[in-house]
């Protein structure tokens, strides 16, 4: 059974991005980690052999952009985050036998836990899988079946209950598996913990190596020493 991946993203140039960490620092260091993290994520999915992975651009008019050549690309629908998720997930869903859906807000995640995710789902009965953030939001998203258009939005978004509400939204359509939690970064606070786990990797990417010394000159956030 093959498993689609698809990393949403949104293009510099073409749309705001990350724009609470903007408020935070500047629209250039957040167009900046957007592209790093997305690199980091895309990295460490084309090291799992049962995924699939794509590009889910948000702009219709980016789908050509020199940034997103190194996979395939999906186009999100117009509308609600909700909205988004549903109908990228139903592509993955015409394409493949389940799908995930993942940010690039964590690029500190793993080809293990990501195949751990594919592997759940690589199964004939209903499953869900879901990767917490720290936040109280949620980093992963899997399914090896469609859902209702409900069950997406129905989903405050962007809260500190947003995961428990999604759980409980999606209720009913099969098993669930937990992934660990890792922290999302969203605003300048969450940089210290977000390079605390990138240095905590036992093997981290050549990408991900980069993205810690890069937060660190610019931020100077220093890995943990624990």
């Given at each position: 059974?093959?498993?689609?991946?698809?990393?949403?993203?949104?293009?510099?140039g073409?749309?705001?991005?990350?724009t609470r960490?903007?408020?935070d620092?500047?629209v250039?260091?957040?167009?900046?980690?957007h592209?790093?993290?997305?690199?980091?994520v895309?990295?460490?999915?084309?090291?799992?052999?049962?995924?699939?992975?794509y590009?889910?651009v948000?702009?219709?008019?980016?789908?050509?952009?020199?940034?997103?050549n190194?996979?395939?690309?999906?186009?999100?629908?117009?509308?609600?985050?909700?909205?988004?998720?549903?109908?990228?997930?139903?592509q993955?869903?015409?394409?493949?036998?389940?799908?995930?859906?993942?940010?690039a807000?964590?690029?500190q995640l793993?080809?293990?836990?990501?195949?751990?995710?594919?592997?759940?789902?690589?199964?004939?009965?209903?499953?869900?899988v879901i990767?917490?953030?720290?936040d109280?939001?949620?980093?992963?998203?899997?399914?090896n079946?469609?859902?209702?258009m409900?069950?997406?939005?129905?989903?405050?978004?962007?809260?500190?209950?947003?995961?428990?509400?999604?759980r409980?939204a999606?209720?009913?359509?099969?098993?669930?598996?937990?992934?660990?939690?890792?922290?999302?970064?969203?605003?300048?606070t969450?940089?210290?913990?977000?390079?605390?786990?990138?240095?905590a990797?036992a093997?981290?990417?050549?990408?991900?190596?980069g993205?810690v010394?890069?937060?660190?000159?610019?931020?100077?956030a220093?890995?943990?020493?624990?």
């Amino acid at each position: 059974m093959s498993i689609g991946l698809a990393i949403m993203v949104k293009t510099p140039g073409h749309s705001s991005v990350k724009t609470r960490l903007a408020a935070d620092t500047s629209v250039e260091f957040a167009d900046e980690w957007h592209r790093r993290a997305a690199d980091c994520v895309a990295r460490v999915s084309r090291n799992c052999a049962r995924l699939a992975p794509y590009w889910a651009v948000a702009e219709r008019s980016a789908a050509g952009d020199t940034l997103w050549n190194e996979l395939p690309v999906l186009l999100q629908d117009e509308g609600s985050l909700g909205e988004r998720m549903a109908s990228v997930h139903a592509q993955l869903m015409q394409r493949h036998s389940g799908g995930i859906l993942i940010g690039a807000d964590a690029p500190q995640l793993t080809a293990e836990l990501l195949d751990e995710a594919a592997q759940w789902l690589a199964h004939d009965e209903p499953r869900l899988v879901i990767g917490p953030a720290r936040d109280g939001g949620f980093w992963l998203f899997g399914a090896n079946r469609q859902l209702p258009m409900s069950a997406w939005t129905t989903t405050p978004y962007s809260r500190s209950d947003t995961e428990a509400v999604f759980r409980h939204a999606m209720r009913g359509h099969g098993d669930w598996l937990e992934l660990p939690a890792l922290t999302d970064l969203d605003r300048l606070t969450d940089i210290k913990a977000v390079v605390a786990e990138l240095g905590a990797l036992a093997q981290p990417t050549a990408a991900q190596v980069g993205l810690v010394a890069w937060l660190c000159l610019h931020t100077f956030a220093t890995p943990s020493a624990e």
